[in-house]
């Protein structure tokens, strides 16, 4: 878990907000002005640095992300609206793909754009 919130930390800018909330969840608060083709190109960085194996002892382990996203406001005006998207659109990602043992959860803040995340 650490290793990956390092990773996760390295990614964002300095006017978000990154915090583990429980277990293998994650909530990544981003500051309005991200655009949708922006957060795809963040999401993409973000599978791609989770992805990278970490080592353990001397074994290499690898993790999956499975990531959905909602922009303020076209997928909801407030908080619960668009934590509700993002889990759908993170459940989603995870039926496609079948797998994902590490979860995140990226929420938006009320004035800007965030994500939800099974890593």
Do not use: H
Request: hydrophobic share 45%; proline share 3%.
């Amino acid at each position: 878990m650490q290793v990956i919130a390092s990773r996760l930390r390295e990614l964002v800018r300095e006017c978000d907000t990154l915090a583990r909330i429980g277990g293998d969840e994650f909530v990544l608060l981003m500051d309005t002005g991200v655009t949708a083709d922006a957060l795809e190109s963040i999401i993409g960085r973000i599978e791609r640095e989770v992805r990278e194996p970490i080592m353990l002892d001397k074994d290499a382990v690898s993790v999956k992300v499975s990531i959905g996203q909602a922009l303020f406001p076209e997928d909801g005006t407030n908080s619960v609206d668009l934590v509700r998207v993002a889990d759908a659109r993170m459940y989603e990602v995870k039926r496609r793909r079948k797998g994902g043992s590490f979860q995140a959860r990226f929420m938006p803040a009320t004035s800007g754009v965030g994500m939800s995340a099974k890593i």
